[in-house]
């Protein structure tokens, strides 16, 4: 099962649902938080039903900032609602899949100081009400290392160091991570340039125990300052599924593809074994004349991101 959290920066720009597509084509997530939605009520319920979830928890904005929306498909978990706080918006849920339970608590912590202050306090007191798996998720506007940052100011010792001492209440644990350094960047030029790396999954050791081989990825940064970032319960490979034959439209604009669509209705078989030639002959097809395309995508966007790290 995998989770996706990602700070959108608004839910109404042309490119959000285009986006949240792609990120569920490629990642098959079970969860999906979407932080600085920027909207609330009607608005927001209009945009979550176009979505592919069935289950949707939101929070309402403050003003025009912030919100944040908690989207799964109920096939797969199931969902029970425990707790909103508006203020510092933040949201925790109960979680069961494979027979497991724990808690989800989705973050979007204040660019303000004294309000991440007060959530910092909140999930204290949640910890306090429980012991099961848990894990926190989201963007929490706040670097804990000097590493966690690029430009502009030092990481502050005293905001970080009470962070730190929020997640040692909680017992939480950062699980580290592959893909680009930073997850947020202010898109200014090299002399300008800061980078941060503030949003994140944190979990505590009982959920470990349950998911030992659980990895967290920073995605390509799209369509916001901030990228998606995925968790991955079991990692991409152990539960390897055959993918279901897909037309795909840039084949009509080769010449050659037209022979393959006529070998396979030219063999004088019904409909149903006409259709499976051709799905075959096409798979063949593709593979000599374009290549793995998704495997050359993800090698430029590697390039992209720039060097990794785990």
């Avoid at 030029?189 to 941060?196: A, H, R, S, T, Y």
């Avoid at 990692?235 to 037209?258: A, E, H, I, M």
């Avoid at 030639?277 to 290549?291: D, L, P």
Wanted: aromatic share 10%.
């Amino acid at each position: 099962m995998n989770l996706i959290a990602w700070n959108c920066r608004g839910a109404l720009k042309a490119s959000f649902q285009n986006h949240i597509m792609d990120l569920v084509n490629n990642h098959n997530p079970a969860i999906v938080i979407i932080m600085e939605t920027k909207i609330g009520g009607e608005r927001a319920r209009e945009i979550t039903e176009r979505l592919p979830f069935d289950g949707v928890i939101t929070t309402d904005t403050i003003g025009y900032a912030g919100g944040l929306w908690m989207l799964w498909d109920s096939d797969r978990v199931e969902v029970i609602h425990l707790s909103s706080i508006e203020q510092e918006i933040h949201a925790t849920v109960k979680v069961r899949s494979s027979n497991f339970s724990w808690f989800l608590s989705a973050i979007y912590a204040s660019p303000r100081h004294a309000k991440r202050q007060v959530l910092w306090n909140n999930l204290t007191k949640v910890a306090e009400l429980h012991n099961l798996p848990w894990v926190l998720a989201g963007d929490f506007n706040e670097p804990i290392v000097g590493e966690d940052k690029f430009g502009g100011r030092l990481v502050s010792v005293n905001r970080s160091l009470m962070l730190k001492e929020c997640l040692d209440k909680c017992s939480m644990i950062d699980l580290g991570f592959t893909g680009p350094c930073f997850t947020w960047t202010n898109w200014r030029e090299v002399q300008g340039l800061i980078q941060e790396r503030i949003d994140r999954f944190f979990v505590n050791p009982s959920w470990c125990l349950l998911y030992p081989e659980a990895r967290v990825s920073h995605l390509t940064r799209c369509h916001s300052d901030h990228c998606p970032v995925l968790l991955e319960l079991q990692p991409t490979g152990w539960n390897y599924r055959v993918r279901p034959f897909k037309f795909q439209r840039f084949w009509l604009s080769d010449v050659t593809f037209p022979e393959v669509v006529e070998n396979a209705w030219s063999q004088n078989t019904g409909l149903t074994e006409a259709i499976d030639i051709f799905q075959r002959e096409a798979t063949v097809w593709n593979k000599s004349h374009f290549g793995n395309i998704f495997a050359r995508k993800r090698k430029i966007m590697a390039r992209l991101n720039g060097i990794q790290r785990v």
